[in-house]
Nanobody, 117 residues
Framework: QVQPVESGGGLVQAGGSLRLSCAAS????????MGWYRQAPGKQRELVAS???????NYADSVKGRFTISRDNAKKMVSLQMNSLKPEDTAVYYC???????????WGQGTQVTVSS
């Protein structure tokens, strides 16, 4: 079963930047909407950014203007450029399919992002 593999997390100071990458194999990758989710300790997992197969993007209000999602269908990869990071962005970040795609892949390990103040 396809399982995304996330990478690129780390420890960064507030105001800094990180770029996350996700490799998601599968012949149907190019037709799926993909998204980046995050889960902070004690909180529910939330969708922060998504991109359709056609390249339409959506962002949570909390990251709008700071995060940019992109995809490379040929490489079957999805990226998340995160700028102006804040301590409240600290979480484990995961990628997976997103609406309007209804099914979800098996969740990967995620990648930890820690933003210090």
């Amino acid at each position: 079963q396809v399982q995304p593999v996330e990478s690129g997390g780390g420890l960064v100071q507030a105001g800094g930047s990180l770029r996350l990458s996700c490799a998601a194999s599968g012949s149907i990758f190019s037709i799926n909407a993909m998204g980046w989710y995050r889960q902070a300790p004690g909180k529910q997992r939330e969708l922060v950014a998504s991109i359709t197969s056609g390249g339409t993007t959506n962002y949570a209000d909390s990251v709008k203007g700071r995060f940019t999602i992109s995809r490379d269908n040929a490489k079957k990869m999805v990226s998340l450029q995160m700028n102006s990071l804040k301590p409240e962005d600290t979480a484990v970040y995961y990628c997976n399919t997103a609406s309007p795609t209804r099914y979800r892949l098996t969740w990967g390990q995620g990648t930890q992002v820690t933003v210090s103040s």
